[in-house]
Nanobody
C-alpha cells in the first residue's frame, strides 16, 4: 500500500504547479483522497478532498478559487492544481486516502510529502 506525492518545487509568486498523488497496492477507486499541507512552524491543515468517484471535490476556505483537485482512477492518480501561488502556500503537501465513497472521515494511510516553495 503506497501513496506517492510528487510535483513540488520552487515556484515564483504568481506561478502554478500541479501536484500528483499516485496510489498502488490498493483499490484506488474505493478511496477518497485528500490533500493536506504543513507550512514551516505551523500545524497541518486540510486543503481539499475528492470522493472516490471524482465528484464533488471540496476545499478549505484557504484553497477556494486557486486550488483544483481532480482524479483519474484509470491512472490511480489524484491531482492538485494550484494557480496564482503565494509565498504563504509554501509547505509540504501530503496526500492521504480514506476508504469509502465520500469525504469527511479519518485517513487510513498517508503518502510522503512533496515540498512546494513559493519565492522570488
Amino acid at each position: 500500500v503506497q501513496l506517492q506525492a510528487s510535483g513540488g518545487g520552487l515556484v515564483q509568486p504568481g506561478g502554478a504547479l500541479r501536484l500528483s498523488c499516485v496510489g498502488s497496492g490498493f483499490s484506488f477507486d474505493r478511496y477518497t483522497i485528500s490533500w493536506f499541507r504543513q507550512a514551516p512552524g505551523k500545524e497541518r491543515e486540510g486543503v481539499s478532498c475528492i470522493s472516490s468517484s471524482g465528484g464533488s471535490p471540496n476545499y478549505a476556505d484557504s484553497a477556494k478559487g486557486r486550488f483544483t483537485t481532480s482524479r483519474d482512477n484509470a491512472k490511480n492518480t489524484v491531482y492538485l492544481q494550484i494557480h496564482s501561488l503565494k509565498p504563504e502556500d509554501t509547505a509540504v503537501y501530503y496526500c492521504a486516502a480514506e476508504l469509502g465513497p465520500l469525504c469527511g472521515g479519518i485517513a487510513d494511510f498517508w503518502g510522503q510529502g512533496t515540498l512546494v516553495t513559493v519565492s522570488s
